[in-house]
């Protein structure tokens, strides 16, 4: 069955305190695995996709990183701004779908 | 460009009552995918669209029923409500069956 697991389920960080969420995953044929920052009260918003073990992407102070088991959203330097809930979420390769398996998210708090 | 919209924001309705959710997806996209997240059970995939066709269905009874429109817009309907269908319900665009997904804002459901 596929599954996608994350950890931790909340994390504080001072201003400036880098640090790394985890997304774990089995799946049947990974077609990719996904990123979204989602504010409370809105809709996922996308941050990013990964596709094959070994790839890495990264915008302003994230990073995503992905292996054949897990991929990694390292925060550098967070600010308040990075405030949210995290969730990973991975789609198979076959079956001609778009489904998304979503994680239960990574809720962060960065205090200034 | 304006994103995937979804209306009503917000509904409250009763028990035994029935719904309808609209989806207009972001222009040029002819794949759709409905959501339900609780904070119990976090986003669980409900049904996708693509050229008019259901495709996929989650794990829900057959009181959720959807439909895709020639113009790709797309509604849910729930049928006799339970209290424990009160969710954000979230609308997903891409312009294919799978790859990454645009959400909307969703629509909050209160079963009262």
């Known amino acids: 069955e596929d599954q996608v697991t994350q950890s931790p389920e909340a994390l504080r960080l001072q201003e400036g305190e880098s640090s790394s969420l985890n997304c774990s995953y089995t799946?049947?044929?990974?077609?990719?695995l996904f990123w979204y920052r989602q504010d409370p009260g809105k809709g996922p918003e996308f941050l990013f996709t990964?596709?094959?073990a070994g790839e890495e992407k990264e915008k302003e102070r994230l990073k995503a990183t992905l292996t054949k088991k897990e991929s990694f959203l390292h925060i550098t330097a967070p600010k308040p701004e990075d405030s949210a809930t995290y969730l990973c979420a991975v789609q198979r390769g076959s079956g001609n779908t778009g489904k998304l398996i979503f994680g239960q998210g990574t809720t962060l708090q960065v205090k200034p | 460009k304006a994103g995937v919209t979804q209306t009503p924001r917000y509904l409250i309705k009763t028990r035994g009552q029935q719904v309808t959710l609209s989806c207009s997806p972001i222009?040029?996209?002819?794949?759709v995918s409905w959501y339900q997240q609780t904070p119990g059970q976090g986003l669980q995939f409900l049904f996708e669209?693509?050229?008019?066709?259901?495709?996929n269905k989650g794990n829900f009874p057959g009181r959720f029923s959807g439909r895709q429109f020639s113009n790709s817009r797309s509604e849910m309907n729930v049928s006799t409500l339970e209290l424990g269908d009160s969710a954000l319900y979230l609308c997903a665009s891409s312009p294919i069956l799978g790859g990454g997904y645009t959400f909307g804002s969703g629509t909050r459901l209160t079963v009262v």
């Open positions: 669209y693509f050229s008019e066709t259901q495709r």
């Open positions: 990964l596709y094959s």
């Open positions: 222009s040029g996209h002819r794949s």
């Open positions: 799946v049947s044929g990974l077609r990719g």
